[in-house]
């Protein structure tokens, strides 16, 4: 997964920044639009089914059972993909004008063809959450997150060879849809008999409280985008989408930050489910704490980069045009590395089948951004929309954090995040910012995220921060490059922890 997220990071970054650069900022701001909103409503579309499913295929292991989830969940998709693209379709001139009223037309060519993506973005997310039921990421990390970025930069740079405009990137990230869905095809025709041989159906109904986790989990996905995007279409109301065009280039940005987190929380999700199944608490903890520490370590460099430089962030990969963003970006930043040091969290509550707290949580983020962008947004354009979506973003897992120490006594404050976090930030923080009084390129920030990378894994070395969990992780490096690896094995055994050292930092739980 998080191989396939960075790869997501790359082709997305290229296709994203080429389009950028090849349009207005009022025609890229007409494409994040279309994007927010579409995104928006395949998810509501989804009623939640495709987390459902997941979680009961991993707690249930009776084959049986889990074709019969699977053919019934298959039939509402199918369903619910025709109607709801239909709809977007039909309706795309009148969305169009709730946003500009005087000049609707580019709008309502955006929405009719990202019409089709809703649908497609339904199959695509059934076909993957079929397999995270199995524990089997190929779909989401290579195809989801691989195929579809890596066919829309071909697309992308085929059509704009013939200097075409808006158009092409509408077509283009539609096509691309189209090409992944025929992979996950394939891919499931495939490989869904060796996880699932065919047999008899059983003969007792869907396995109770399927239904009402799929709509709890609706709720949480559906309030979950709320709070990461309708800031930018509150603000797309309020403000021309030339400012929606600077802010969704800062987004962009931020949202970097949470690539490592949204590929951890995919898989953290069954699993949660399949030890809460067997009771084992301790692994759970041990699992949350070590996970989270490494979450740390990928993005808090990020973190330096976009919150010490974000002039310079922004100039490198968008250009000057989009600069008016760099306030922003450096509070939005702050609030996405905040939520990240709280962990998987919520992944954790919905593979525990904690519905309730989730949706609770969830409910006060979503909340709390629809009503600061209502009040900040009309006055203060781009920076209410980052102060809304900020806040929103930190209570996110906030909250949910005091319900899962509360429900579980798991907690990710441990020594082994907190004192190589507060080296981190002691050290990179000055070294940052003596950058700026020197003269310097803008294409540093590019080098100087690996800089940051070496910084936090060398404070988890200095602060003996090494658990059990970074030997499965040294186990997993080792059968990928096919040989051991005596000289990674015998530096993390180096920098465990004492027992004394263990018992006088912060508890797991």
Known sequence: ?????????????????YIARHLSVTQFGDFNLGLA????????????????????????????????????????????????????????????????????????????????????TLLCTFLASIFQGFEDTVPNAWLNQAVQPAAFVVFVFVFFYFHLDLESALLAWTASYGVTFVALLVYSIRRLPKHLPRGPLPHRDLPPGLLGLSFA?????????????????????????????????????????????????????????????????KTLGETFVTTTRWMMVFTVPIFLIFAILPTDSITTVFGPNYVGGAEALVLITVGALISILFGPVNAALAGAGATRPLLISTGISALSNIVLSLALIPKYGLMGAAIAWTVARVLYPATASLAFCWRVGIQPFHR??????????????PLFVGILFVPHPYWIVFPLYFVGVALCIGAVLVTRSVEEGDFVACRAAERLVGRPLPWLRHLLERSLPTPREVSDGPPLS
């Not at 997964?1 to 920044?17: H, Q, S």
């Not at 009719?112 to 993506?117: A, E, I, K």
């Open 1 to 17: 997964m998080v191989f396939g997220t960075f790869a997501l990071l790359l082709l997305n970054f290229i296709g994203r920044v």
């Open 37 to 120: 909103l579409t995104g928006l409503l395949a998810l509501v579309a989804l009623v939640g089914l495709h987390q459902a499913m997941a979680r009961t295929i991993a707690e249930n292991p009776d084959p049986a059972l889990r074709r019969r989830i699977i053919r019934w969940a298959a039939a509402i998709t199918g369903v619910t993909a025709f109607t709801s693209s239909a709809l977007v379709f039909y309706f795309a001139g009148s969305i169009a004008s709730f946003f500009d009223p005087a000049q609707s037309g580019p709008l309502t060519l955006v929405f009719q063809l990202f019409s089709v993506t809703v649908g497609l």
């Open 217 to 281: 989990l609706w709720g949480v996905t559906t309030l979950t985008f709320v709070t990461a995007y309708v800031d930018t279409l509150i603000l797309g109301v309020f403000w021309p989408e030339l400012d929606v065009g600077i802010y969704s280039a800062v987004m962009t940005l931020a949202r970097l930050i949470l690539v490592v987190s949204a590929a951890v929380t995919y898989i953290f999700l069954p699993v949660a489910a399949r030890l809460t199944g067997v009771g084992d608490t």
């Open 416 to 429: 082994s995040l907190v004192y190589p976090l507060t080296l981190s930030l002691a050290v990179g923080i």
